[in-house]
């Protein structure tokens, strides 16, 4: 071996410097040498351990290359945890639930073949945890993670994720600045960004995954920053800013699957209706999420085309159904189908369900919602509120609220919040802007006489919930005309449309 240059292990999914396995050669401290240029198999181990998006070629090239050499080698578990987290990263691209059951197999041979201190295989399974939206299991194998390896920065951000999807603001908080401690670079500014949108900090989740897209030079992990970005321009009500981020994700990574729903939002807000629709269904079939059946049905059904939108809503039940075999839990977007397209009695069993388990805003808006589409108005109205103010700063969320609070007749706080929706995002939902704007222009200015008049409730007892129609039917009718104190029936006409979101 020439003196220049030194063999060494490269393994570790979790950040360290061995990569399952992989033996390369690596340049001498004489600084006279460049860095040696890594193979596809190479990048999406670094990517993978990094906790960031690697290529689909590049992952299929690493799988191919791991259960080659744990053939050869079956006791290799520093190779079964690359393999296993291979496994998890092409899942979460693909959407592909199947890929899940293998990633835990691999993942628990690599704990059988090293039980103690496996940091690669618990980060594995947190991973894994978390795309399956388990949390709970996110958080109990992050924290092992953390425990077997707290030096290391890639032990963070699935624990991240996990205290995410629990709602445990704390728990995201300290792992943020253990991982900012430890780490820095596109993975971590990026990771950081998605806390700071979380906590309503718009303006440093812009700066912080601006900087990571710019920083970032591997292509899928430049595209998944660029498509955040886009998604914070969504969310703040900017279409063609948005449009432009998402087309540039696409432009460096045409895998980036998410960024073609994500055009198909915003083509739809500006007005361009076909091209949304096959935006959608590209989308779908790349990356068939039950999140982008449900927004192509609901757009759908905005424009009017019941049979399709139907079509639509049969699919998520479907890959529902597919995707449990997986593991996946989908009961947050299955619960909120059913509350606006359903049967809302079975979605606040189900999300009553989901909120003891993970009790995220999201969740909470969630099971608020379904409540007061199942006749519990004030049950609802508890949940929606404290979405909003644990959550970020959502025009679903104020706009849920705000239809809450002017079925119960808190006509100053309904209309404050309903106008919030529409200031936030305008073009949040096909099927809930109309309504917001039907319902403000119901309620008419407010009253004169100051705050005092204007969010006082009607001092009157809220009247019972309308009658509902059967599970599934599609509202094509326009909204009855109600004077200033009426609202439209829950389950009648678009006056209360599907409110999933985007």
């Known amino acids: 071996m020439k003196p220049s240059v030194k063999r060494v292990l490269i393994g570790s999914v979790a950040g360290s410097v061995v990569l399952g396995g992989l033996l390369v050669l690596l340049p001498s401290d004489d600084g006279d040498a460049a860095p040696p240029v890594l193979g596809p198999a190479g990048r999406a181990m670094a990517a993978v351990g990094a906790g960031a998006p690697a290529a689909l070629p590049d992952l299929a090239a690493l799988i191919g290359e791991r259960e080659a050499h744990l053939r050869a080698h079956p006791g290799d578990d520093q190779s079964w945890a690359v393999l296993g987290s291979a496994y998890v990263a092409r899942g979460v691209r693909t959407a592909d639930a199947a890929a899940y059951p293998k990633a835990e197999n691999a993942l628990r041979a690599s704990l059988k073949a090293r039980p103690e201190g496996n940091a690669e295989a618990f980060a594995g399974l947190a991973a894994l945890a978390n795309a399956r939206h388990d949390f709970r299991a996110g958080k109990m194998w992050g924290e092992r993670a953390a425990r077997s390896a707290p030096k290391r920065w ?3 951000p699935a624990l991240i994720d996990a205290y995410s999807g629990l709602g445990d603001a704390k728990g995201v908080g300290r792992a943020l600045e253990s991982l ?17 949108r979380d906590r309503g900090w718009r ?4 700066a912080a995954l601006t900087d990571a897209a710019a920083l970032a030079e591997a ?3 430049k595209a998944a920053c660029l498509y955040r970005v886009g998604e914070l321009a969504w969310e703040r009500g900017e279409p063609t800013e948005a449009l432009r981020y998402y087309d540039a994700a696409l432009a460096a990574d045409a895998e980036h699957h998410p960024a073609l729903a994500g055009r198909g939002r915003a083509l739809a807000a500006l007005g361009r209706s076909s091209e949304a629709l096959q935006a959608y269904r590209s989308a779908l079939a790349r990356q068939p999420l039950p999140q982008y059946a449900l927004e192509l049905g609901e757009l759908y059904e905005s424009l009017r085309l019941g049979p399709a939108a139907r079509a639509q809503y049969d699919l998520l039940r479907t890959r529902v159904t597919q995707e449990g075999a997986g593991g996946v839990n989908n009961e ?3 619960g909120l189908f059913e509350a606006d397209h359903g049967d809302p009695d079975a979605a606040v069993e189900r999300l009553t369900a989901e909120y003891e388990r993970h009790g995220s805003p999201e969740t909470a808006d969630a099971l608020g919602w379904a409540l007061h ?6 049950g609802g109205l508890k949940l929606v509120t404290k979405a909003m103010d644990k959550g970020p700063r959502s025009a679903l969320f104020a706009f849920h609220r705000g239809q809450i609070e002017r079925e119960l007749g808190y006509y100053g706080a309904a209309r404050r919040h309903l106008g919030e929706a529409l200031r936030i995002n305008p073009y949040f939902s096909p099927l809930g802007v109309p309504v917001a704007k039907a319902a403000l222009e119901a309620l008419g200015d407010p009253p004169e006489g100051g705050p005092a008049q204007m969010y006082a409730p009607r001092p009157v007892t809220p009247r019972k ?3 509902r129609q059967g599970r599934g039917e599609l509202r094509d009718q326009p909204p009855p005309a109600r004077g200033r104190a009426g609202t439209p029936n829950r389950r009648t006409g678009p006056g209360n449309p599907s409110l999933s979101g985007d």
């Not at 900012?180 to 700071?196: C, D, H, K």
């Open 332 to 334: 947050r977007i299955l």
């Open 180 to 196: 900012q401690e430890l780490g820095s670079g596109p993975s971590v500014m990026a990771r950081a960004g998605q806390v700071y």
């Open 219 to 221: 292509p899928a992990e």
């Open 465 to 467: 919930a309308a009658p």
């Open 373 to 378: 589409r199942a006749g519990d108005g004030e």
């Open 203 to 206: 303006e440093d989740a812009n």
């Open 154 to 156: 890639t032990s963070y």
